[in-house]
């Protein structure tokens, strides 16, 4: 194409504008693009490509979730005078029915786009359609495809595999089954896609025959089965507990050529270790690591889980000093697992550390890991530390509960601390927080005990009137 005497490549120039992309800011690069000669307004005749580059802005820039900035492109584009087609309109109306806001897609649709003479072709129904149907509005979307039929328009195999896919996620596989029949008799060849959906959906529903049986109807259609199919099945037998099925479709899956993902291995772990059998589980691990794949930190978190829960310590330390030396960061959770088997083992400082080790990587813990701490500590009668700790807590936000306000009540009380016990009791009345029958038993327990009859029966009263207590 000829613009200004200059030849026009959309590849260099969408090349030119990712680069801009990369290294500079928004604005500028819409200032920048617009300095490239080939792009500069032709002196001639006043005749407007219909799909000029600055569509390729507008598409970059929904993908990269600026849809103020895609607005203003094509703001720009009609105002220079170029015709609106579809194609430009699409990238904006597939990101808006993505982030859900699917009133203002359709209002673009039947409002904005024929004022402007733009017709609607497929792929900008196929968007509503897959709006509709990930907020679970299936007659809607079906409202739609038969628009599109009334318009002259020929749905395609998205527009279908839209439908079944929201079909499939409520749990409809039979109108999903209807939908996909339908689609056959209009000539319309289910792909890969298709029936990954249907996999997935009877899958979820527990359906494992059923889905295997879609599994060998797409292979005698000359489809071949994908990572993803693979990968669904596998996952459907793990959660049903059938750990030997889903090897043996592992291993069919590595005979086909396909190399199983990082997903695909993490769910086996899971449900090996699930089942108790950790040296297979680290068996499946050595041997996707010896593949190249990395584990990710659901993999890693699931092994540790359970050698914490069978109580090999050094085991689960192990694994997560390999994951750290991997550069993979553990999640919270992979250190409130630790933490807390540490702490009912009495393994105390090997606890403490492991909590400033999280917090020196920007981990932060959350409300589960300072009780359980606080607890320990408590438990070994190192109470000072303990309410360091909860001092500690409150500081960074985080409420404490009623039972880390009862074990530090239970342990200042086993120290024979009962005045300050009875502090910590009034501090969690005023702060709103409700004690149990378990934190008054504490406290008129170890009164009764000491002779203080009296201070034990106001205890009492304090506790059915939920008063603050004056020892």
Excluded: W
């Excluded at 200032?31 to 407007?48: E, H, T």
């Excluded at 679970?136 to 002259?152: F, N």
């Excluded at 328009?153 to 999903?176: F, H, M, R, S, W």
């Excluded at 088997?341 to 999280?358: D, P, Q, R």
């Amino acid at each position: 194409m000829m613009k200004g005497g200059r030849l026009f490549n959309p590849i260099v120039v969408s090349h030119h504008f990712r680069s801009l992309m990369t290294f500079q800011n928004a604005p500028t690069s819409i200032f920048s693009f617009s300095q490239i000669p080939a792009l500069q307004s032709d002196p001639g005749p006043k005749v407007r490509n219909s799909n000029p580059p600055i569509g390729i802005m507008i598409k970059y820039y929904t993908e990269m979730n600026q849809l103020n900035l895609a607005f203003s492109c094509l703001g720009r584009l009609l105002k220079e005078g170029h015709r609106a087609e579809a194609v430009i309109f699409n990238p904006i109306l597939k990101h808006l029915c993505y982030e859900n806001k699917i009133s203002e897609a359709a209002a673009i649709i039947n409002q904005t786009m024929p004022q402007l003479g733009c017709i609607p072709d497929v792929e900008t129904y196929n968007s509503l359609i897959d709006g509709f149907c990930k907020k679970g509005e299936i007659e809607k979307a079906e409202e739609v495809l038969h628009s599109i039929i009334s318009k002259g328009l020929q749905p395609n195999v998205a527009t279908y595999n839209n439908l079944i896919d929201g079909l499939c996620n409520k749990g409809d596989i039979e109108k999903a089954e209807e939908v996909l029949h339908r689609m056959i008799s209009k000539a319309i060849k289910p792909n890969v896609v298709t029936y990954n959906t249907l996999v997935d959906g009877l899958c979820n529903k527990g359906e494992i025959n059923k889905a295997e049986e879609v599994l060998h109807c797409m292979i005698s259609k000359g489809l071949e089965p994908d990572v993803v199919t693979y990968y669904t099945l596998i996952k459907g037998l793990c959660n049903k507990g059938e750990i030997e099925k889903a090897e043996e479709m592992l291993h069919r899956m590595i005979s086909k050529g396909l190399e199983p993902n990082v997903l695909t291995y993490s769910i086996l772990i899971n449900a090996l270790c699930n089942k108790g059998e950790i040296e297979k589980a680290e068996e499946v691990l050595h041997n996707m690591i010896s593949k190249g794949i990395e584990p990710i930190v659901l993999t890693y978190s699931t092994l540790i889980d359970v050698l914490c829960n069978k109580g090999e310590i050094e085991k689960a330390e192990e694994m997560l000093n390999s994951m750290i030396s991997k550069g993979i960061e553990p999640h919270v959770l992979t250190y409130s697992t630790l933490i807390d088997v540490l702490c009912n083992k009495g393994e105390i400082e090997k606890a403490e550390e492991m909590l400033h080790s999280m917090i020196s990587k920007g981990i932060e813990p959350y409300d589960v890991i300072y009780p359980t701490l606080i607890y320990g500590l408590c438990k070994k009668g190192e109470i000072e530390k303990a309410e360091e700790l909860l001092h500690s807590m409150i500081s960074k936000g985080i409420e404490p509960d009623v039972v880390t306000y009862h074990a530090l009540i239970d342990g200042l009380c086993k120290k024979g601390d009962i005045e300050k016990a009875a502090e910590v009791l009034n501090s969690m009345i005023s702060q709103g927080i409700e004690p149990n029958i378990a934190t008054y038993s504490t406290l008129i327990d170890v009164l009764y005990k000491k002779g203080y009859i009296e201070k034990a029966a106001e205890v009492l009263n304090s506790m059915n009137s939920l008063s603050t207590v004056n020892l």
